[in-house]
């Protein structure tokens, strides 16, 4: 049916916007001043069929998902839906976005500066305007990727949005199974340098999701009432096959090694919203979001009369109630206050055994919080401002106070109560209508990952991981120089610079158990800079532009087990992305080139450091809507190649250099037709 939709020809009209009443004109592009202004027809180059497309393509944009964090003030996301932001988490925001049709977008406003309320944290965000009397539409689109073993991973999905009685409501059904192909090679020294073992492996996978979306919004009492739901399933499985070698790269194994791996999830989360003028420009907004999970992860190691298997069974729970009072308008004050409540649970197991082959089975293997219960109750009220001091100038402050219990049952007990108080504030000088400049300051507290409370076990590379409960979060304060400057039809370009302060920052220690876990290892700093850009090159090639996004950043963290300064764990030094993207409106048709820059990351275990770099990615697509009603894609991504360096130390990384594991890894190649139509 899928297929049938995407490919069947249909009238010119399906891809054109709904026409205007009589006599009103398309709004135009303001690009420059506080908030700039995109309407629906300056997107029409690039061909949109849903309102994700045309962010994508919004100048000087880039979307944010927000943060998978707990509760849901500080995991928003960059994007308003008519002013208001959607309640859904992490990784929603894309699926809202797709159920809207470009049809039924008048504008893309660009919010900066002060106007952001919606968005805690957030300096630059899109508010998608609707049109208010748009008719039912929908996109349906169907993707076949080609991996380099020759199999096709599928994927489709369609959604709906109309009009019923009432209420405004959307729908989208969607079913992927993607494959991977990955081949690697490990090279295993001594310290000395020499060779002592080599393995050859490939990794054959599928990923298969389904998912159900819906949501409307319908007049109640006064103001508008939104209802959000999401249902998703997703399977990871895994087959590894490692042959060895003893002291050498050629000839036959040595050994054979297999790993089995299945990971599945199944989620639901139901939102709920309700917002309603109060008068003067004040309004009101209440929220309500309930998320479930259940999760399991199994993985089956054998090597010649070894063998080791693991489960790990988890069910997080989330409810959260929040309840703001706000004021917009063209005013000199205007306050916001609310307050939120949160009830989190996880619930996690692991059963981990060893057999050796001689005979005596599987011996259960323990480790710490291997059965672990996690619970939260965290309440926050918060109070922030947006102040005109002068035509030119507008400041932000804000407080935030939070409150927390978390009690750890299970293998261990633990309880403790933690509070803090989050202050933030702002300057905004706009001194033209093309120019913005922010200088901003805001105190944060990293949320813990209940996962880190229970053991884990990464049967692969060999690492248990027991769970620490008494992890605490830490303290993060960041001050932001940022400038902001719009030319033309589309150009744009963000420059920001920043400095960060971690207290109480988390890494690998050893407890008194002898297990390594996560805990607190000291205080760290960041500083650097970001910019994007988009830089129309129509004076060179006309319908060209060139997208850039790039980070440098510089980090340290005095070691608690050597005592130097080293890296922050997990967080690149640099990033670079890069697009070329070329439109030939007569011919409907544009294409484009994309690269991501490699980049590295470094864990400190307590007994190893990690390096692992990502290799450079490129691709290409070229993409037309000659065919009336259906658009097509073709994409092309060349094979990443990625290395690791693990480097041990017994037992510590105080202690010399005992061996290494180096890892040369390439995922292949792969070839998408993408073709959607809407409906």
């Not at 917002?275 to 999970?293: H, I, Q």
């Not at 544009?590 to 991501?596: D, F, I, L």
């Amino acid at each position: 049916m899928l297929a049938s939709l995407a490919v069947a020809s249909g009238p010119a009209e399906a891809q054109e916007a709904l026409p205007r009443p009589e006599g009103e004109k398309p709004a135009a592009v303001v690009p420059t001043g506080p908030d700039p202004v995109y309407p629906a027809s300056f997107y029409d180059a690039f061909q949109p069929q849903t309102a994700l497309d045309m962010l994508e393509r919004t100048p000087g944009f880039l979307l944010s998902e927000g943060s998978a964090v707990r509760g849901f003030g500080g995991a928003a996301g960059n994007v308003l839906i008519d002013g208001q932001r959607p309640t859904v988490k992490a990784g929603g925001i894309t699926e809202v976005l797709r159920r809207i049709g470009a049809r039924q977008v008048d504008r893309i406003v660009l919010l900066r500066g002060s106007e952001a309320a919606e968005a805690q944290g957030q300096t630059l965000v899109a508010n998608v305007i609707r049109k208010a009397d748009a008719a039912g539409s929908g996109n349906a689109v169907l993707e076949l990727a080609r991996t380099e073993d020759g199999r096709i991973s599928p994927t489709a999905r369609i959604s709906h949005a109309r009009r019923i009685g009432a209420w405004q409501t959307s729908l989208e059904l969607s079913a992927v199974n993607e494959r991977y192909v990955t081949d690697a090679d490990y090279l295993t020294r001594g310290a000395d340098g020499a060779l002592q073992e080599s393995r050859a492996e490939a990794i054959r996978a599928k990923a298969p999701e389904y998912g159900l979306t819906a949501s409307g919004s319908r007049p109640f009492a006064g103001g508008t009432l939104t209802l959000n739901l999401r249902l998703n399933h997703d399977e990871y499985s895994s087959r590894r096959r490692i042959a060895i070698r003893e002291q050498s790269t050629a000839g036959a194994p040595d050994a054979e090694r297999l790993i089995d791996y299945t990971e599945t999830s199944t989620s639901a989360e139901f939102g709920a919203d309700w917002s309603r003028p109060l008068g003067n420009d004040w309004s009101t907004k209440l929220v309500g979001l309930a998320r479930g999970e259940r999760a399991s992860q199994y993985e089956d190691y054998r090597q010649d009369g070894f063998r080791s298997l693991s489960q790990q069974d988890q069910k997080p729970l989330e409810l959260v109630a929040r309840s703001t009072v706000s004021r917009e308008g063209d005013h000199a004050l205007r306050p916001e206050f609310g307050g939120e409540l949160a009830y989190n649970r996880l619930g996690s197991r692991l059963a981990y055994g060893e057999d050796d082959g001689l005979g005596g089975g599987m011996v259960p293997i323990d480790l710490a919080n291997a059965d672990t219960r996690v619970t939260e109750l965290r309440g926050e009220g918060f109070a922030n401002a947006n102040l005109r001091l002068a035509g030119k100038l507008d400041a932000e402050v804000g407080l935030a106070v939070e409150f927390s219990r978390i009690r750890v049952t299970g293998d261990s007990q633990q309880s403790q109560s933690l509070s803090y108080l989050k202050p933030s504030g702002a300057l905004v000088w706009s001194p033209g209508k093309s120019t913005q400049v922010r200088l901003g300051w805001r105190r944060t507290v990293d949320q813990l990952d209940f996962s880190d409370f229970a053991a884990s076990v990464d049967q692969a590379d060999g690492r248990p991981l027991g769970g620490n409960a008494r992890l605490r979060p830490a303290r993060i304060s960041r001050a932001l120089l940022r400038l902001d400057h719009r030319w033309g039809q589309g150009g744009a370009i963000a420059v920001e610079a920043f400095h960060q302060r971690h207290q109480g920052m988390l890494g690998y220690i050893l407890l008194p158990s002898g297990d390594q876990a996560l805990g607190t290892v000291g205080n760290a700093v960041q500083w650097g800079a970001t910019a994007q850009a988009s830089l129309p090159l129509t004076a060179l090639l006309p319908g060209a532009r060139l997208t850039l996004d790039g980070t440098l950043r510089k980090t340290s963290l005095r070691d608690p087990i050597t005592g130097r300064n080293r890296r922050i764990d997990d967080m690149a030094p640099r990033s670079f992305t890069g697009e070329f993207r070329h439109d030939l409106p007569r011919l409907r048709t544009s294409w484009g080139v994309s690269y991501t820059l490699s980049e590295r990351y470094d864990i400190y275990y307590v007994d190893e450091h990690l390096t692992e770099r990502s290799g450079d990615e490129w691709s290409a697509y070229v993409e037309t809507t000659a065919l009336a009603g259906v658009k097509i894609t073709l994409k092309a991504s060349a094979g990443i190649d990625s290395t690791r360096l693990r480097s041990f130390y017994r037992p510590s990384r105080a202690n010399p250099l005992t061996g290494t594991d180096a890892r040369t890894m390439r995922d292949g190649s792969t070839v998408t037709l993408v073709l959607s139509r809407a409906i």
